[in-house]
Nanobody, 126 residues
Framework: QLQLVESGGGLVQPGGSLRLSCAASGFSLDYYAIGWFRQAPGKEREGVSCISSSDGSTYYADSVKGRFTISRDNAKNTVYLQMNSLKPEDTAVYYC???????????????????WGQGTQVTVSL
């Protein structure tokens, strides 16, 4: 059974850092593109970052560019989202998602992903 499990969320002060993990089980991430999305209360789910399966190409939303870094460790079957210089507006539930694809295409919208984790809460506050 294909499963994605996020971890690493929590409460952090503005300017702080967190590293989110997305661990896959039941399948190999080698041939899957991965995306990170977030949803704040009363807002639509938005794309944060994604990474291709073949060459590690990445995409970042303008709101996180220069602060967040996505990476993948296929040996550990895990994708990470390093979040630095966190701001209160980064507060949201963060989700990872997977889509089978062996190429270098970047899938940036949530409708393109069929498999989702349960989410992890990130709260940036004093």
């Amino acid at each position: 059974q294909l499963q994605l499990v996020e971890s690493g969320g929590g409460l952090v002060q503005p300017g702080g850092s967190l590293r989110l993990s997305c661990a896959a089980s039941g399948f190999s991430l080698d041939y899957y593109a991965i995306g990170w999305f977030r949803q704040a209360p009363g807002k639509e789910r938005e794309g944060v970052s994604c990474i291709s399966s073949s060459d590690g190409s990445t995409y970042y939303a303008d709101s996180v560019k220069g602060r967040f870094t996505i990476s993948r460790d296929n040996a550990k079957n895990t994708v990470y989202l390093q979040m630095n210089s966190l701001k209160p507006e980064d507060t949201a539930v963060y989700y990872c998602a997977a889509r089978e694809d062996s190429g270098s295409f970047l899938f940036v919208t949530y409708k393109e992903y069929p498999y989702w984790g349960q989410g992890t809460q990130v709260t940036v506050s004093l």
